[in-house]
């Protein structure tokens, strides 16, 4: 019996020595897994600028300005744009809709009339009453889901005022208050908000014609609360002119090119992260919650989505800062873009709140806005170039 016990004992000890062994092995793997993981997303974000593989570890990581400044957005959109459909009582006391009649939807982009480009509401009513337009079939030139159409309508006389009508409800122009996210002190780019720009009423992604930023003054907030989001009101201070021009609107911010003259370099710059690089703990966030002064905030990244592609929601964030809690309640309209910073790096940019929860919501990688803009092939340039 003592015997057997003995042999019993050997074979435990050795068979735990094996599983060690395995375990070790295993574990070996998978952290050799995870770095070739990491080196293919290094690659990936810069295999626009070269063919060679090991072109991430032959650059320095690129560096921007952090900004959080507040700032005005202006933009006038490329045509206008249909936000609804409406009824007209015409002079016979008849209701009609010119517009549903004739195939028009919300979300489409009026581009001409009768061959006239439109640019604003009064070119509408202008044109459709006209003397010789006046009761008449029109054509209209439409932009609807990138695709153009043709539509005929024929506008009817409105019983209320005369004028000849279409029955619809357009948006030519939008302004609002939003975030600097980084600019590149060299090229002058910037990137802000980390969310397109669109229609409130259809929700469609606003096509730029004219697109300007002005500095920004805070003048007062509405605090957030649960189902009630909060909002910075800001003022225009454009007595210096256009702080920079938007020249495009994505889904993932507004792009474009700061004056010369406008521009602060005294500022330092910081690396911008990979997405592998960004971690789940504590982080701060640049905004401006008082007058034009940028102030650093604490928060927590509390959930991270390892994305393949760009999304304005790649993380989950958290305010921690309580003076930023007592002042805003916590995320508000108008922090959109707000820069977030961990371990010296720029990480992304606030992007939407949480309506049940406004102490949380979401941010985008810094590495996706990166992407939407020429800094990083300027960049390798300069680095060629020996600069």
């Not at 780019?189 to 409130?200: C, K, P, V, Y």
Request: one cysteine or more; proline letters at 3%; hydrophobic letters at 40%.
């Amino acid at each position: 019996m003592r015997r057997f016990n003995r042999n019993n004992i050997w074979r435990s000890i050795i068979s735990f020595f094996i599983l060690c062994l395995i375990l070790t092995g295993f574990s070996l793997i998978t952290d050799l897994f995870e770095i070739l993981y990491t080196n293919e997303e290094e690659i990936k974000i810069f295999s626009f600028l070269s063919n060679k593989s090991s072109i991430s570890k032959a650059l320095p990581n690129i560096e921007v300005i952090p900004s959080g400044e507040s700032i005005g957005v202006k933009i006038e959109s490329k045509g206008i744009l249909v936000v609804g459909l409406s009824t007209i009582i015409d002079i016979s006391g008849k209701k009609v809709s010119p517009a549903v009649d004739s195939g028009f939807a919300v979300g489409d982009k009026i581009l001409k009339i009768n061959g006239e480009n439109i640019e604003n509401e009064r070119d509408v009513i202008e044109i459709i009453n006209d003397e010789e337009n006046k009761g008449k079939k029109l054509k209209v030139l439409i932009e609807r889901k990138g695709k153009l159409l043709e539509l005929t309508i024929k506008p009817a006389q409105s019983n209320e005022d005369k004028l000849y009508k279409m029955g619809l409800w357009v948006r030519d122009n939008i302004a609002g208050v939003g975030t600097m996210t980084f600019y590149d002190p060299y090229t002058r780019e910037f990137g802000a908000l980390g969310h397109g720009i669109t229609d409130i009423d259809s929700g469609v992604l606003i096509d730029i014609d004219k697109g300007s930023i002005l500095k920004s003054k805070v003048i007062s907030i509405q605090q957030a609360k649960k189902s009630a989001p909060g909002e910075i009101v800001g003022l225009f201070t454009d007595s210096r002119g256009a702080y920079g021009t938007i020249k495009k609107n994505t889904a993932f911010g507004i792009y474009g090119v700061l004056e010369k003259n406008m521009m602060d370099r005294k500022a330092p710059a910081i690396p911008i992260a990979l997405s592998t690089q960004v971690k789940e703990g504590p982080a701060k966030i640049l905004t401006t919650i008082e007058d034009n002064k940028i102030e650093e905030f604490n928060i927590e990244i509390q959930k991270i989505f390892r994305q393949n592609s760009a999304n304005s929601k790649s993380m989950i964030i958290k305010i921690t800062d309580e003076r930023l809690i007592e002042k805003t309640g916590g995320i508000v309209q108008g922090m959109s873009g707000s820069p977030i910073i961990q371990n010296g790096m720029l990480v992304g940019a606030v992007t939407h709140v949480l309506i049940n929860d406004p102490l949380r919501g979401y941010g985008i990688f810094a590495e996706w806005m990166l992407k939407e803009t020429n800094i990083a092939k300027s960049y390798s340039y300069n680095k060629a170039a020996g600069q």
